[in-house]
């Protein structure tokens, strides 16, 4: 009997596309299903960082810092339009880490990973430079670093994307129910959540990447398995401005922890993060007044004037599916990932905190994936290709080292020029929505706008500030819909952008609208 797939991937965050891109792209048939939105879970609910850790580096994490921070020139090369540059501003806080301490893990921050096009640490003097005006004056010291930002839901779909254009077949607001074993392939029960009946397809290994949900699906196979992941809920704050430069902070705080404010969508600031072991429905993840709490009282411990509740304007957050390697606090927990090849018929509950399981037999066709970074989502695909390799034979060789994802086709520090391509193709665009369509797009753009020569010709407009770029026309939506796999009004505006920050409820509306219609024809 020939399989439907090669591989099937479960889970459509940022390691199960980033696995059926890689697969695809070595000439493997590769599915991919996902229950709900691609990047529905905790891979849209990060803190929108390509770095390396700073702070694992207290943990002795050097593998893991060493291998992100190598990984973040290359993602920002395969991706400048979501990843970008950004400058961390670490205020030295009395009775906290030493100054000298700061500045031994900065330095190995700079020099263990291989950094090249991004600037090195400095010293800052706080009252005499623009970062120090929104701080309280007791701070004087400051040291300034540099790591990436990150558009982390686009980050998936693009991966998603390319996956599709090598051949891979995603499939969106498909559940996995059910997982047997005949005649060395999986027989894969399927439910799409617009279809009554189920449907089963085959493949002759399967990849489990469904993140906090991981232990759900080896429960599909195998009911009653022990519980492999720690489950870590981190929660984000978002505000307006509360600071005109370009740079973010990293505060340290009396509990050994540390929270970022970083600019966020222009109009605003992120902050965040929490760390805290979570036991709920995952369906149910929200953040609670106690983490409000907190990342009020953490930020006001540093910024002149204090941020309080009612300056909150939205609030995220997710659950992070860490391997449980027995930290007895959720912030101590590894970050690293887990990639377990389990053989087929075999049921191997032994706790192994090693990165990579050996593999005992060519027979093994589940590959269960636990923890992961965005940083480090590329390699953790890399070295599944090779189990999955071990065991269904090689195909093409390893790529996406030197790989672009859609729209990154431009250098790393080429954006501004790929802006003034843009508005001399499109001149009608005001530089804001030109800046923003570029940022999400890149050179895709003008698979967006097409033949567009007014504003008139992308069709009707949902809202927001044209002066802020967060405009959202027909044609983009449209393009949305087509190719990024968009289906409802939630997908366009809290993943494929953050539109949803600008736009009224009656204007979300409308799109919801505008959306069910564009489905039925």
């Known amino acids: 009997m020939n399989p439907d797939y090669d591989v099937f991937v479960i ?23 996902e229950m709900n939105d691609l990047a529905s879970g905790t891979s849209s609910w990060s803190t929108k960082l390509i770095h390396g850790g700073l702070r694992y580096l207290e943990f002795f994490e050097f593998r893991l810092v060493r291998e992100a921070l190598k990984e973040r020139e290359l993602l920002w090369r395969s991706a400048p339009h979501i990843i970008w540059p950004l400058r961390f501003v670490l205020p030295h806080h009395e009775g906290l880490r030493p100054a000298w301490l700061l500045r031994v893990g900065l330095f190995l921050y700079d020099h263990i990973g291989g950094r090249e096009a991004l600037p090195a640490t400095r010293s800052l003097l706080l009252d005499s430079n623009e970062v120090g005006k929104p701080l309280k004056k007791q701070f004087q010291r400051a040291f300034e670093y540099s790591d990436c930002w990150v558009n982390d839901a686009r980050l998936v779909v693009l991966n998603a994307r390319d996956a599709a254009e090598r051949g891979a077949r995603i499939m969106t607001r498909t559940r996995c129910i059910g997982l047997e074993q005949k005649d060395s392939l999986w027989h894969i029960r399927l439910q799409e959540k617009d279809q009554s009946e189920p449907r089963t397809v085959t493949a002759r290994m399967i990849v489990n990447a469904a993140g906090p949900w991981v232990d759900r699906v080896l429960n ?117 990932y887990v990639i377990r090849l389990a053989p087929l018929k075999s049921d191997t509950n032994g706790k192994n905190t090693n990165k990579k399981e050996k593999i005992k037999t060519k027979d ?91 504003i008139e010709d992308l ?19 449209v393009y949305l819909m087509r190719h990024e796999w968009a289906r409802v009004a939630d997908d366009v505006l809290w993943r494929r952008s953050k539109l949803g920050l600008s736009l009224t409820g009656d204007q979300s509306d409308e799109l919801e609208r505008f959306m069910s219609e564009q489905a039925v024809r």
Do not use: M
């Open 11 to 33: 889970g459509g965050g940022i390691n199960g596309c980033g696995i059926a891109r890689d697969a695809a792209g070595r000439g493997y048939v590769v599915g991919l299903c």
């Open 459 to 477: 069709g009707q407009q949902f809202g927001g500030d044209a002066g802020a770029g967060s405009i959202l026309t027909a044609a983009e939506v």
């Open 364 to 454: 093994a066709r589940l590959l269960n994936i636990f923890g992961g970074k965005l940083t480090t989502y590329r390699r953790l695909a890399e070295e599944a290709l090779e189990d999955i390799e071990k065991v269904l034979g090689a195909k093409g060789p390893s790529w996406t080292h030197d790989a672009v994802l859609p729209g990154g086709d431009f250098p790393a520090t080429g954006y501004e020029e790929q802006v003034r391509l843009t508005q001399r193709r499109y001149p009608f665009l005001v530089e804001s929505l030109c800046r923003r369509l570029v940022r999400a797009y890149g050179t895709r753009v003008s698979t967006v706008l097409g033949d567009a020569v007014c």
């Open 220 to 336: 599909v196979q195998t009911p009653g398995r022990r519980q492999q992941v720690r489950l870590v809920q981190g929660s984000h704050i978002v505000v307006k401005k509360l600071f005109e430069h370009d740079r973010a902070y990293i505060f340290q705080n009396s509990d050994d922890r540390i929270i970022f404010a970083i600019p966020y969508e222009n109009e605003f600031t992120l902050i965040g993060t929490t760390d805290k072991d979570y036991q709920g429905d995952l369906g149910e993840v929200k953040i609670s007044q106690e983490e409000i709490d907190y990342l009020c009282s953490a930020a006001s411990e540093y910024f002149r004037e204090p941020v309080t509740q009612d300056q909150i304007v939205w609030t995220y957050s997710g659950v992070r599916p860490l391997f449980d390697d027995g930290a007895s606090k959720a912030q101590e927990a590894t970050r690293d």
